[in-house]
């Protein structure tokens, strides 16, 4: 049986939170964008990228073995809750189609799990 703690679930949970809550001050009252559109995804990948590397080094500090396992655990945990958010919240949100979701954001999360099969990959080989 696979156990998800507490940690890896709030963690998850803030790696979609802080880039959503952030994203919400380029946005006009009105509920425009105020600027651009390629600067704005660009700002949420760095944005995104920042939160996960933070929150991965968190994590990982109170891991004692199992390194990869943990990467590969938390990057799938991390992925499917940052989907399932989205799916919830922003694309009814938005009125985005589920195709054009994941084509523009969706797969994007991706990039969870690379960079936490990275370090597990990293801290196993010590």
Known sequence: MIRIDLKMVVFGFLTWFIPFG????????????????FLFKTIMMLVGAVTGATLLVLYFKGIERNYLYKGVKVGLVWFALNISMDLVVLVPMSGMSIGSYFAEIGLRYLIIPTMSIAIGYVAEMK
């Open 22 to 37: 952030l994203a919400f001050l380029f946005y006009t009252p009105e509920g425009e964008l105020a600027i651009d559109i």
